[in-house]
């Protein structure tokens, strides 16, 4: 940020030089540093929502075939090692969280520290539930694959309500196209001609 605010200080008297003291460049000069200012936030913010979208919408997916493979008798480790090579095509971004968790691991870093912050790194509030599934998990003994299997379920239910939601949100939102949009050409078909009929006797009276 504070390389940025040089570069918008010294592009900003290199233009002053240039063109001029004048009242059109003060404002030129004013404007694109205000642009310079806010544009790299908005656009990581608009990088980072669409990341944690795409984690959210390729997590179920994740988790299911991570079910299958620790319910088939792979550790923990060896399963996300498993999904990141099947779905690294379908789900890059959910893919390189996982692969960075494995390397971590393989690294010698604890397993509760690596989980912890692969839930707070991808910002996703199901990530987080699922870490701290797999902390609880692993600190208490009980089985992963049991845990995994009803955070699956969860989140099934949680997709299917969000797509229920959405559904009877769509009613609402084709409330103005169509009042904007349709109803006024439906009210210029059904009401012209009549509109002209009566013009037209108005005018031969």
């Known amino acids: 940020m504070a390389t940025a605010a040089s570069a918008i200080v010294i592009s900003g008297g290199v233009s002053l030089v240039m063109m001029g003291l004048t009242t059109n460049t003060l404002l030129t000069v004013v404007g694109a540093g205000g642009v310079g200012?806010?544009?790299p936030g908005i656009v990581l913010a608009f990088l980072a929502y669409s990341r944690r979208q795409k984690i959210f919408l390729s997590l179920p997916d994740a988790l299911d075939l991570l079910v299958v493979c620790v319910e088939a008798g792979l550790g923990l480790d060896a399963a996300?090692?498993?999904v990141?090579?099947?779905?690294?095509?379908?789900?890059?971004v959910i893919c390189s969280e996982l692969n960075h968790c494995n390397k971590q691991l393989q690294l010698g870093r604890n397993r509760r520290d690596v989980l912890h912050d692969f839930g707070v790194r991808t910002g996703v509030d199901d990530v987080?539930?699922?870490?701290?599934?797999?902390?609880?998990?692993?600190?208490?003994?009980s089985s992963i694959a049991q845990a995994l299997r009803v955070q699956s379920d969860s989140m099934r239910i949680k997709r299917?309500?969000?797509a229920e939601e959405k559904a009877a949100a769509t009613a609402v939102k084709m409330i103005f196209p169509l009042v904007l949009f349709i109803f006024p050409g439906i009210f210029v078909v059904l009401v012209g001609p009549a509109a002209i009929m009566m013009i037209r006797q108005l005018l031969t009276v």
């Open 128 to 141: 987080k539930a699922l870490a701290a599934i797999l902390i609880q998990a692993d600190k208490f003994g």
């Open 37 to 39: 200012m806010l544009l």
């Open 80 to 82: 996300m090692r498993r």
């Open 160 to 162: 299917s309500q969000l």
């Open 84 to 92: 990141t090579e099947e779905l690294n095509d379908s789900a890059p």
